[in-house]
């Protein structure tokens, strides 16, 4: 995982609507980049809609939502739009930004120990420095948390 004050990794992907979305381009205002596992699951669910119920405050803040996934642009397409998502979803389907983000780890469910996407997420500053990171979300509490580190910068 990064830390906080280095540099965050440039990466472009694909989002819902096919369209290439950069960091780099979006310089100059604070961007979460959060990593979840699957699209349409239970806690991936849970986490997007909180921050969709709270996409005001988002906006207030001056922040970019971007959600990664290794799911396919399709996959991510219906999965907006099932949930009414206002923010991107981009697709890493080749898990490399998921990766250099240190979002891909070992994991466990039911004592079965698996390789997979770490809930986690990053804040990157206008400047494109790492401001915040959180290792491990819990899907309910994930938009205050980083609404209140967004607020703080």
Not at 109 to 134: N, P, Q, T
């Amino acid at each position: 995982m990064l830390e906080i004050g280095d540099e965050a990794p440039d990466f472009t992907l694909q989002d819902q609507d096919g369209q290439e979305v950069s960091l780099q381009a979006l310089r100059g205002a604070p961007v979460l980049v959060y990593f979840y596992p699957k699209d349409d699951t239970s806690g991936c669910t849970t986490q997007a809609c909180g921050i969709r119920d709270q996409w005001s405050e988002f906006e207030e803040a001056g922040a970019i939502v971007l959600g990664i996934s290794p799911d396919p642009v399709d996959s991510h397409r219906a999965f907006a739009n099932k949930h009414d998502l206002p923010h991107r979803l981009l697709a890493d389907t080749e898990k490399e930004v998921i990766g250099t983000y240190g979002a891909w780890g070992v994991k466990s469910m039911y004592g079965k120990e698996y390789e997979g996407v770490i809930r986690s997420s990053v804040l990157v500053d206008a400047d494109g420095k790492v401001a915040a990171v959180w290792p491990k979300i819990q899907p309910k509490k994930h938009a205050d948390a980083v609404l209140k580190a967004i607020r703080a910068l």
